[in-house]
């Protein structure tokens, strides 16, 4: 009578393929076992290196469930090797669950044993050294990405922006000089031309920006996903922290601070929209006017728009009114031309008055300047203290992490306030 087999062919690493452990060369050797023993193989089941975890599990279950469907006309489950049966002790017992409620024997064609209680304690000490083996291999590979994490480099693949380079044996990151000008360019239309994540979208691919070849434009998921990515200045992610990198920063903190609090829908006020910034507000539902570009291309070349509307223009029920820039001008320019004051002693009083509040202003501004800096300093105390008790081990890795990302972002925070009350600082009426 012709044996019937059910095999296993597995690889877990290019490693072991270069060893003379490939796909190929274990299914040659188990044909050639199974025909050494008058036998042949039902089905043969195969395991690639590229192969995911879920895809292992998946054609692992399949063998099993196989084995039990067929178990009356197999004689046995063949493979490589002990190690290559099962990369876990779970596994190898459902295995020999196979042998011992069915009656399919294990057989390692490289790696024999008798089928007795010392061959039985020969293999199951084999597949135990392969499960340390494999669970060795795990933890150091967590932590050499960890260390290569508090190194300053990415654990994985760099991000959109960045590319990975070899140099001298080490995965280094540099940044992508045509992938990372785009990044810097939605920041900036972001942070400074009014647009919103769909018209930013828009705005790329009315000016030929594509993200890749495949993917030409940049979807609203994936800009809201750079333009709330750490790494783009200077940080890089592990198990849900940031760490200080070592790769160029694409941008400023400054204008990272910028971006996140428009996209915290908190309304910023931008040099280029100079009625926004809530210094007027809606006439139906008393909401700040924000403003926004558009650009046209014209025969002489790209023409920029300015407009204003409310920030529920897109409500459902609330008019649709957006108002140009010109228009918005000519009619503050007519409020105040209705402004006059024909009495000379009114016109000092008023003068008086509007330097003695514009000198207060100037000196609460000077005070909070100051206060600003008085806190920078005792943020930046703090974060040399933190880095020294890391140094010492006295604070652990992810505790350092999270705290040093707090602080970073406090300093980013309060430098682009110490920046805004340096310019907003009132002078003094002539």
């Known amino acids: 009578m012709v044996k019937q087999y059910v095999a296993l062919a597995r690889v877990s690493s290019r490693e072991q393929e270069r060893e003379g452990f490939s796909l190929d ?26 192969a995911s975890k879920p ?26 090797k002990n190690d290559r049966a099962a990369r876990n002790l779970f596994d190898y017992v459902e295995l020999e669950r196979l042998e011992a409620d069915l009656g399919l024997e294990l057989l390692s064609v490289s790696q024999p044993t008798e089928n ?59 940044i992508d000089r045509v992938n990372g000008a785009k990044v810097q360019q939605v920041f900036d239309l972001y942070a400074y031309h009014g647009h919103t994540l769909d018209s930013l979208g828009q705005k790329l691919a009315d000016d030929g920006i594509t993200y890749s070849d495949c993917t030409p434009r940049f979807a609203r998921s994936t800009l809201h ?24 920063p694409l941008i400023s903190r400054a204008l990272w601070g910028r971006v996140q609090t428009l996209m915290g829908d908190k309304v910023y006020r931008s040099h280029e929209a100079t009625y926004a910034g809530e210094l007027v507000t809606c006439g139906h539902c008393g909401r700040p006017i924000t403003g926004e570009s558009k ?42 031309d209705k402004i006059r004051i024909e009495d000379e002693k009114v016109r000092d009083w008023f003068l008086r008055v509007l330097r003695a ?45 999270a705290k040093n990302t707090e602080f970073r972002d406090r300093i980013a925070r309060l430098t682009l306030e110490v920046e805004s009350a340096d310019r907003g600082r009132p002078s003094l009426p002539t």
């Open 357 to 401: 509040r514009t000198r207060d202003n100037q000196q609460a501004s000077e005070q909070r300047v100051v206060d600003l800096q008085r806190q920078l300093g005792l943020l930046r105390r703090q974060q040399d203290r933190l880095l020294n008790l890391r140094l010492l081990e006295e604070i652990e890795t992810d505790t350092f992490a």
């Open 295 to 336: 650009f046209k291309k014209t025969k002489s070349g790209e023409r920029r728009y300015v407009y204003y509307r409310c920030a529920r223009y897109n409500a459902a029920g609330h008019p649709r009114v957006r108002v140009t820039e010109a228009n918005l001008d000519r009619q503050v320019q007519a409020l105040f």
């Open 25 to 50: 060369v274990q299914e040659d050797a188990l044909c050639r076992y199974a025909a050494q023993h008058d036998g042949k193989i039902l089905r043969l089941f195969r395991i690639a290196e590229t």
């Open 116 to 174: 007795t209680p010392a061959g039985r304690m020969m293999r199951r000490t084999l597949a135990n050294m392969a499960s340390f083996y494999t669970e060795q291999q795990s933890l150091d590979v967590k932590e050499g990405l960890a260390k290569r994490v508090e190194g300053g480099l990415f654990a994985g693949m760099a991000p959109y922006g960045y590319r990975n380079v070899r140099h001298d044996g080490r995965s280094l990151v540099e």
């Open 55 to 80: 895809e292992e599990r998946k054609t692992f279950k399949e063998l099993l469930a196989y084995a039990r469907e067929n178990a009356e006309k197999l004689t046995g489950v063949l493979v490589y």
């Open 225 to 248: 996903r750079i333009l709330r990515d750490r790494s783009y200045i200077g940080e890089v992610r592990y198990h849900g922290q940031w760490y200080p990198g070592t790769h160029e």
